[in-house]
């Protein structure tokens, strides 16, 4: 796919990609908004692993306007429900690396995770050879959480 080749320093970010773009299976995008976007993480730790992103490039919360930040916490809402209903975890991460000294592979851009957990999910796998197995395509959870995305902003 030409959305995991290397980018280079010249390049856009994934994210600006994605929010400029008109390609959402492309992009992997999930739901689109007017401050924010969520889209699928291209290196997901678990099947629906998603991220939220504010449509602005910014590095920090603290940067975000009130129309952003509201948006964007409603929209962190709905895709907890959405993976819920989806995936049926039995919980979920919820998180922002902020900078890169706290883990951020995209330190410029604000991003939210939303990982689904299941009891046991955790194996050898990353352990002794360094990969996760993931037992769902990418494209297919897109799919499965962009069509709940629409059934649920159609009921609110």
Do not use: C
Request: no cysteine.
């Amino acid at each position: 796919m030409d959305t995991f080749k290397a980018e280079t320093k010249d390049d856009k970010s994934f994210i600006i990609q994605a929010i400029e773009s008109t390609d959402d299976e492309k992009y992997l995008i999930v739901a689109r908004f007017n401050y924010s976007i969520v889209l699928m993480n291209k290196y997901p730790y678990n099947n629906g692993h998603i991220l939220i992103a504010p449509n602005r490039e910014v590095a920090d919360i603290t940067l975000l306007n009130e129309s952003e930040y509201d948006e964007i916490n409603k929209v962190l809402k709905l895709a907890i429900q959405a993976v819920k209903n989806v995936y049926n975890p039995h919980g979920y991460n919820l998180g922002v690396n902020a900078g890169s000294a706290a883990g951020a592979g995209l330190p410029q851009h604000l991003h939210y995770h939303i990982v689904p957990r299941w009891n046991g999910d955790s194996n050898f796998m990353p352990t002794i050879a360094d990969v996760k197995v993931v037992s769902e395509s990418i494209i297919k959870s897109r799919k499965l959480l962009a069509d709940e995305f629409i059934k649920l902003r159609t009921n609110e």
